[in-house]
C-alpha cells in the first residue's frame, strides 16, 4: 500500500515577502491608533488591525501589497471593508481614498526614516 505523501504532490516552498515590502513596526504603530473609517480608539485590550490596501501600488498576482499601503481599521470595520470590498468601503474614508490615506500615515510614521536606513545598509531597494 502507498503512503500518502507517496502519491501527494509537494506544494512548493513560499519565497517569502521582499524586505523592502515588509514593515512589522509600522504595523504595530498603526495598530495603536484609532479607526481611520469610524475613529474607534485603539486600547490596551482591543488593538486595532493594520489593513493592506490591495490597489496599493505594488500588489501583483498571487502576492501581498507592501505594509506601507496599511491603514488601521477597528475589527468591525475591517470586517465591513472584506465584505464590500475596498473601492466602496473607502468611499466612506475621511480622504475618499485608501492610498491617499495610507501614505499619509506612512509619511507620519516615526519610525519610516530609521526603516528607510536600515533597508538601503542592507542593500535592499524600495521598489
Not at 12 to 39: D, I
Not at 46 to 62: F, I, P, R
Request: charge should be positive; glycine fraction near 8%.
Amino acid at each position: 500500500m502507498l503512503r500518502r505523501a507517496a502519491i501527494t504532490p509537494r506544494k512548493r516552498a513560499r519565497a517569502g515577502r521582499p524586505a523592502w515590502k515588509v514593515a512589522g513596526n509600522f504595523r504595530r504603530w498603526l495598530r495603536k491608533l484609532p479607526c481611520a473609517a469610524c475613529q474607534r480608539p485603539a486600547t490596551e485590550m482591543a488593538l486595532n488591525e493594520s489593513a493592506h490596501v490591495d490597489h496599493g501600488g505594488d500588489k501583483g498576482m498571487g502576492t501581498k501589497a507592501s505594509d506601507r499601503f496599511c491603514i488601521p481599521l477597528c475589527p468591525e470595520c475591517h470586517e465591513r471593508q472584506h465584505s464590500e470590498g475596498w473601492l466602496t468601503f473607502e468611499r466612506k474614508l475621511p480622504q475618499s481614498s485608501a492610498v491617499i490615506l495610507s501614505n499619509l500615515y506612512w509619511a507620519e510614521w516615526p519610525g519610516r526614516r530609521e526603516w528607510e536606513r536600515e533597508l538601503a545598509t542592507r542593500g535592499e531597494a524600495l521598489a
